[in-house]
């Protein structure tokens, strides 16, 4: 995947709350960081600025070599999935209508074959493409939103609280497909995660967020042991 690179990115929010204060940050192509630290921090805001669903005060934001600001929107949404803790399926489409969402965002009709594809790569039977969200589990669910995601077969993961709504069985065996899916398409991941203990067992990189800074920035094995 590609390298993301936070040039003195700050965002103040009508109102005066600076949520993201003067940040600079090189994150290499294929890492997969974890952004952690309590409610308020500053994460969401920090990830919408990646995808351009918030727009900066002040500093940019590049993607390999390119700046967010001058990508047209239908390659940035190309170019970048987004997986988010409720997933947002539309519940009076099927399963497989939900997953073609993605698709249309890469200017492809639907396609069953594509489709059967994609719900391979997330572990699921194909014949869920024919029901409803809604006949589907929690665990099935956000698998599909990872499947609508990868659609556009984007190189850039964003994932703001992806595992936070399932149970712990459930959540740590989809935390280590998504870790194998990671690998194996060679994404760069940038993961929003309250829960320490994810962001150790997932991440190359943990960054910790506090008041719209930076407070640690470390690999998993440092972060345990302070080198
Ligand atoms: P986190 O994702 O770590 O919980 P956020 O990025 O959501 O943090 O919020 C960071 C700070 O910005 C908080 O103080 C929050 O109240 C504030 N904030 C978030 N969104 C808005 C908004 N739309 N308008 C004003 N303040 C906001
Ligand atoms: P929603 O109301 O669920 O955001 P959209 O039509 O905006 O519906 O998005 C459809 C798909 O595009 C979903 O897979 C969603 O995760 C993804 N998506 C939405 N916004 C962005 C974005 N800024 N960057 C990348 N993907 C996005």
Redesign the pocket.
């Known amino acids: 995947g590609p390298s993301v690179t936070l040039t003195s990115l700050t965002k103040r929010y009508p109102g005066g709350t600076v949520a993201v204060d003067n940040i600079s940050l090189e994150i290499a192509g294929g890492q997969f960081v974890a952004l952690v630290g309590a409610s308020g921090s500053g994460k969401s805001t920090l990830l919408k600025m990646i ?3 918030i727009a900066p005060t002040e500093g940019s934001i590049s993607i390999g070599n390119e700046t967010v600001d001058a990508l047209p929107d239908y390659q ?2 190309r170019r ?5 803790q409720n997933i ?1 399926l539309f519940p009076h489409l099927t399963v497989g209508e939900n997953v073609a ?2 698709m249309r ?1 890469r200017g492809e009709k639907q396609n069953d074959e594509r489709i059967a594809e994609l719900l391979d790569l997330v572990d699921l039977p194909r014949d869920v493409a024919k029901r409803q969200p809604s006949a589907l589990s929690g665990g099935q669910r956000q698998r599909v ?1 990872f499947a ?2 990868l ?1 556009t077969e ?1 190189k850039l993961m ?1 994932m703001d609280e992806p595992f936070g709504a399932l149970d712990p069985v459930t959540r740590d065996a989809l935390v280590k497909e998504y870790r194998a899916l990671h690998e194996r398409l060679g994404l760069t991941t940038i993961m929003v995660t309250h829960d320490m203990a994810e962001a150790l067992l997932l991440a190359d990189r943990v960054l910790v967020m506090k008041s719209g800074n930076i407070m640690a920035d470390a690999t998993p094995h440092g972060m345990l042991t302070g080198e």
Request: hydrophobic share 50%; charged share 15%; glycine share 20%.
């Open positions: 995808n351009r669903l940035l949404r970048i999935g987004y997986v988010f947002g969402i993605g965002l939103g609508r995601a659609a984007p964003l």
